[in-house]
């Protein structure tokens, strides 16, 4: 699966101060109705096709303008339109990268054949200043462990920011603009979105909107979390606001109403979290690597606070000196949690390896690969960050491993794997 530069996003474009913004706003207005008539006309020709509803992502930036009128007439919506378009530009999300999956069973299965999963794809795609989203695909991995891909459909969205009521308010962070950095990075990271209940899950983008998300939403590790009769779907991601990284959590039940909050507590530190899938003990419980080297289990009874973490393996073998990484939350087998892992080695080349935990106390080791079982080779040593190998969650399919993954952070490919011949490996 590679990026493809015609997915768009219709977004803000505000790179100038308040004083140039109206300076263009004067202009627009200065126009003759005849000509503002034309002029809009001309641009929903030339994109109104590449957008589900142009004319309400120009009404939504127009919105944000607080334009000083010249007259005391009202403004007419052709002129509104227009003063939108000029301060809307497209983004193509994947133009740059669309690479590190993460795969989770769909909450639908109606309707399949019988030994298939439907499954979600979660993807990063990049575009221009490397920002990162979160864009999805979906598809079926068959009885066979054949594996399909749904079309992604034509147009890209975003969601509108709602509150706990479902009631659509301002942009996150917007109320604490004038607060110390602090208390304005933590208000503004606690969010939720919900999408137009008849877009399609591949149209759906979760794009940057908050400061400490501004450079990026980066490496969503998705999981299915069962507790008891509820069943949601966690992901821990790291916000990246180019200079410093924040490790952040993403709940949702129906992919339509996200909620976004940040992880909290001494432990919650570096990237790479990854949620078990289940309660052990009756507490949450996270794979991480707090310290940027060696990998920790940390147990809450709160899964947004994480007071504690204790550390259960570090590099031993050459292809993880430099450092250690999960691959996503682990995965439950008769034998074990499996986790898969990355490591580091010469030349900064990321291979996949794995190791087994305890059932009932995952903070035991009991099997661990001495060698990878994954690496880049040939043209996948190419891409944007060369010789890298990287996956951010798979799923158990029967007796299969169904393992999206993506090279040299560039496009995204399939493996599939006996897990038997996983726990094999283990020693």
Known sequence: MRGDPGFVLARPF?????????????????LPDSEVASLLGQVLAEFGERHRNIRESFRRNYRTLHVRPVTEA????????????????EYSLEAAALFNPSI??????????AGST???????????????????RTGVVDA?????????????IEPEIVNSEGRTVEPPGSVAEHAPGEVQAMAGSNYEVRFDAGSKLPERVLFPMTRAQSNG????????????????????????????????????????????GTLKGPAARNKGMALFPRKIGGFYAMIGRRDGENL??????????????????????????????????????????LVLSHGVGPMRKYCM??????????????????TPFLEAEGSERDGYVPNVIYSCGSILHGRELILPFAISDSETHFATVPVDDLLASMS
């Open 144 to 156: 066979g462990n054949q594996i399909a891909i749904d079309p992604p459909g034509r147009y890209r």
């Open 217 to 260: 939403i980066e490496d969503a590790r998705f999981v299915r979390f069962d507790d008891g009769a509820e069943r949601t779907y966690y992901a821990t991601y790291t916000a990246y606001d180019g200079r410093r990284i924040e490790p952040q959590l993403l709940q949702t039940s129906d992919f339509l109403h996200f909620k976004f």
């Open 104 to 113: 989770v069973p769909h909450p639908d299965q109606s309707g399949i054949a």
């Open 296 to 337: 920790y289990v940390l147990f809450s009874e709160d899964v947004e606070s994480w007071p504690t973490a204790e550390r259960i393996l570090e590099p031993a073998f050459p292809w993880e000196f430099i450092q250690m990484g999960n691959c996503g939350s682990p995965i439950e087998t008769e034998a074990g949690w």
């Open 74 to 89: 009202k403004m007419s919506e052709e002129r509104e339109l227009l003063l939108g378009a000029f301060f809307t530009h």
């Open 14 to 30: 505000h790179p100038m101060g308040a004083e140039r913004v109206q300076k263009i706003c004067s202009r627009i207005l200065a």
């Open 118 to 136: 439907r499954f979600i794809l979660s993807l990063r795609a990049t575009g221009e200043g490397h920002i990162s989203s979160i864009t999805f």
């Open 353 to 370: 390896g794995g190791f087994l935990l305890d059932l009932a106390d995952p903070r035991k080791v009991i099997g661990r690969m001495k």
